[in-house]
């Protein structure tokens, strides 16, 4: 497993290492000693799949609040996303800082982003599907959400929007 970190800390892109052969390849998506060198956390209690119809849909931007603080390490399982990845860490030094990071079925990568961030995509294609695996339960009570074109951020989606929900549309100006 390659480990990329990314311009904000404790953020990764991991590159699984193939063996391959005239069947295929197989790779590791998790290692837990690999992740410890990392001081990333390893131990996934929730898995989450979403499935999105038509391109351009935007979900997010998510998270959820202490004690219900959650890393998660998300894998584009079918089509493509570009993810958004936002510190909203208030003692990081890229604290307000967002990046986006593009992933596709076709590469298998895996995208680490620790606790402490709000995390949302837009799919690049119609049909995508994203996996999720996260170290926390989900909490209704704990769960919170940054509108997706808050000025705040300035965030740069790729595509014309074609999908949002009502939820993720009502959510308040940035307050932490």
């Not at 290692?31 to 997010?60: A, M, P």
């Not at 079918?78 to 208030?90: H, M, T």
């Not at 992933?103 to 994203?130: C, H, I, M, R, W």
């Not at 000025?151 to 100006?173: A, L």
């Amino acid at each position: 497993m390659i480990f990329e970190e990314l311009e904000l800390e404790g953020v990764f892109i991991i590159t699984p290492e193939r063996i391959e052969d005239e069947r295929g390849f197989f790779a590791r998506s998790i290692d837990k000693k690999k992740f410890e060198e990392k001081n990333l956390k390893s131990e996934f209690i929730q898995s989450s799949i979403s499935y999105n119809k038509k391109k351009g849909t935007v979900r997010g931007l998510h998270y959820q609040i202490e004690p219900f603080s959650e890393a998660k390490l998300v894998r584009c399982t079918k089509g493509s996303v570009f993810e958004i990845i936002l510190d909203i860490r208030k003692d990081s030094k890229t604290y307000k800082k967002w990046i986006g990071v593009s992933l596709d079925s076709k590469d298998y990568n895996l995208l680490y982003v620790p606790e402490g961030f709000a995390l949302g995509f837009q799919s690049l294609e119609d049909n995508t599907e994203l996996f999720y695996q996260i170290t926390q339960i989900y909490s209704p009570e704990h769960a919170r959400g940054i509108r997706w074109d808050d000025k705040s951020f300035n965030i740069t989606w790729p595509e014309k929007i074609s999908t949002i929900s009502i939820k993720d549309s009502s959510y308040k100006p940035f307050q932490i």
